[in-house]
């Protein structure tokens, strides 16, 4: 067939009901406020790793409150926790716990695999 | 008389526990390393010897410590310990000199009575029983004190007590039981026998003006027995167990043994020295600020010695230090909680066998599956030469006026300087090890050991105290590392900087990292006092407050956090200075919003008192040109 060089974008669609929110539960469960973000991006642009390379908070957060674990899982382990982000967030969150939680859930998830 | 059954439970009991303490104590000197063992055989025959002895007996029975910060609990420790102690040794000389024969077994100097009862007929044997009543009367004393403690903290000055557990109240009813089970019991036998001087006389012989004494006596007797050797018996599961454990703790400490990063014989010594005093909760901001009263280093040292749940308790603490600074024992409470907050990664952890009578070592897998580099998207670093480097560290980067402040104050002083985070730099490594990830935290440490390497430079300046500490005590460095306090102190005493009088009124807030964390309390204060009229606050130097933001506390809500700093706030403001200066870009910025008053960095301050305009910037203009060859845009 003939290549256009172009083609259909794949559906973006968010499926709840597959994706896993276990990790933001255990994060909301022990970090209260990290309910509380709304996504202004104001950590993702203090971020000291996000000068480096495309680490950015605000995604983390979006990812992990879709559930879209698998992607968080890697980025995660970019952060510095200097803490910048927890200090310049409008809404309090207390952002370096949130990725110290997630951290710790990947472990655990991992831990129980092994 | 020589033996009576009643003495079997207290025999029982003391010998139990002098077995149990040799047992002990060769199991920990067997886990010592190597380099300890040699530190403790050293210290045996050396001057630490004599040290310990009178830290001994200043510390563990006159508890001198707790005397000064609060005369009324010092009180009753000592009169409970050395009460108790001279009770003892009184006792046996008693029994040795006015006994039947010499060297005799132990209960009889401590049931001297009911075997020698007429005892005291004669001036000189009233005169000794005399003594004795008023060592008891002293240690009952303390212990009046120590149940009124127990219901009513404030009573004695604490704001708060220690929450007990069911063993410790058994052990802690057995102790109370104690003296006045004696009191009683020798007051009947006194009385039956007319014997005894102002305290066991008279109350024995007003006892037994309705009681048949020798009959009445005896079950006392029995009481007394009992209660010591049940407070034995349960002393090495509860924090009793302090009593003879701190005496190890201070001829360790004395022979230079240190806690370091692992769990080991000398944290485990120091968490069984802990007496749950509770001064350390009295200390806590958590405490009497944000209302926090379960995560204290009491609890902690408790939770460990019980197998508990550490995780929230470790972790939940801005380790500002401050109960390091009151523990009357000297436990290194930081340390300890940080070596729990490695828990996850430490191949060492300690559990109880035995019923909790002893503790085994437990080895944990080593090494996790999925280490692997966290940070490999770093760029290869080539930083320009120069003499001095100034690395402002990611909190002066969120307070830029410290950054300019102190790029004026570089320039000023005419050094050859490179700002190496000009552009932002990689975060210290400080914040990963307070949050226990070691290993992550070794890896920021050898990527910017390398941008310092390369620059050749002799001294490293930095703004922020966090930065200051990790620089310090983890990077193997060939390079004299200053805060921007010192290093400011030096270009004044070098004549460098000139620097005009501000007349100004300030106070100064000494940040945790620096003061408590790395000894710095001098220098800052020396350069305010240069510029402006420093001012004095009640917390001073090692009493100083934590602002509350620390990075220490990982799980420390922002309500939480602004509740700290304004209480901080409104005590260091309370005369109303011109500014509130600290030198911490993080205590900066978490005591400004919490202030009316104008909070200051001292680099800040400094660069306003800079005397002429600073020159040309050179230094800084060359820089910048090698940034642009580096990053090939020139």
Known sequence: ?114 | MQFDPFVIPFNLGLYFILFYAVARSIIWFRELSRPDKLRLQRGFFGKAFGQSLKEIFLESLIHRKILKTNPLLGYMHMSLAFGWFLLILFGTIEADVFGEKHLNPPYKAIFFKFFNPDHGKTIFEAGYSFLMDLILAFVLSGLILAVIKRFSSKAVGMKKTTRLRTLDKVALTSLWLIFPSRLIAESLTSGAYGTGSFLTGTLGSWLASFLPGREAAYPFWWLYSLSLGTFFLLLPLTRYLHIPTELFLIFMRNSGIRTGDKAGTFSEVEVHSCSSCGICIDTCQLNFSAGINTIQSAYLMKAIRNNGETFEIAHNCLLCGRCDQVCPVGIELSPIRMIQRRAGDSEIKYVNSWKGYFRNKQSLPAARPNIRSSYDFLPESSPSKADVLYFAGCMTHLTPSIKNAMTRIMNASGLNWSFIDETGGVCCGRPLMLAGQDKEARELINYNSQIIWKSGAHTLVTSCPICYKVFKESYYLDVEVLHHSQFIKNLIDEGSLKLNFLHKRVTYHTPCELGRGSGVYNEPKEVLRHVSNLETTGFEDENSLCCGGSLGNIMLSHENKRKIASDVASELTKENPDYLVTSCPLCKKTLAPATKSKVADISEIVAEAIASPPSVKKNSVRYKKNVRESAGIA
């Open chain 1, 1 to 114: 067939m003939e290549k256009f060089g172009f083609a259909l974008s794949k559906a973006r669609v968010i499926d709840y009901d597959a994706n896993d929110r276990a990790i933001a539960d255990y994060i909301l469960e022990r970090e209260p406020s990290f309910g509380a973000c709304i996504e202004c991006g104001g950590c993702s642009a203090t971020c000291t790793t996000g000068n480096f390379t495309g680490f950015s908070l605000r995604e983390i957060h979006i990812l992990l409150k879709r559930g879209e674990n698998e992607q968080v899982r890697k980025k995660i382990r970019k952060c510095m926790l200097c803490g910048k982000c927890s200090l310049v967030c409008p809404r309090g969150v207390n952002t370096r716990n949130v990725v110290f939680l997630a951290r710790q859930a990947f472990q655990k998830e991992e831990d129980y695999a092994v």
